[in-house]
């Protein structure tokens, strides 16, 4: 079973930029629906940016046009472009992929161990 390990997370000020990374064992980021969602102190866990099973991307409004999401051509990485970040991204932010494993469409869900995201003002 594929693990999701991140990277990238730190201490920025507003209006820097950081790259997150999420890296699976094998090529399970192209043909699932995979994102990241993070989670500020207090809040519940949102949805930030996600590619669905036919590879479109989608953000939450709050990141549009700061945030970008991919993956390498191996399919194996997953990353987070972050730009232009503003206090109120500070969260921990999570990796996902919901792997389908079956012609029956049997599906697990795999998350990371969660990075955090400060950023100062």
């Known amino acids: 079973q594929a693990q999701l390990v991140e990277s990238g997370g730190g201490l920025v000020q507003a209006g820097g930029s950081l790259r997150l990374s999420c890296a699976a064992s094998r090529n399970i980021f192209r043909g699932n629906r995979v994102g990241w969602y993070r989670q500020a102190l207090g809040k519940q866990r949102e949805l930030v940016a996600a590619?669905?099973?036919?590879?479109?991307?989608n953000y939450v409004d709050s990141v549009k046009d700061r945030f970008t999401i991919s993956t390498n051509s191996a399919g194996n990485t997953l990353y987070l472009q972050m730009n232009s970040l503003k206090p109120e991204d500070t969260a921990v932010y999570y990796c996902t992929a919901h792997v389908v494993v079956n012609v029956e469409g049997a599906a697990i869900d795999l998350w990371g161990q969660g990075t955090q995201v400060t950023v100062s003002s």
């Open positions: 590619f669905g099973s036919g590879g479109s991307a």
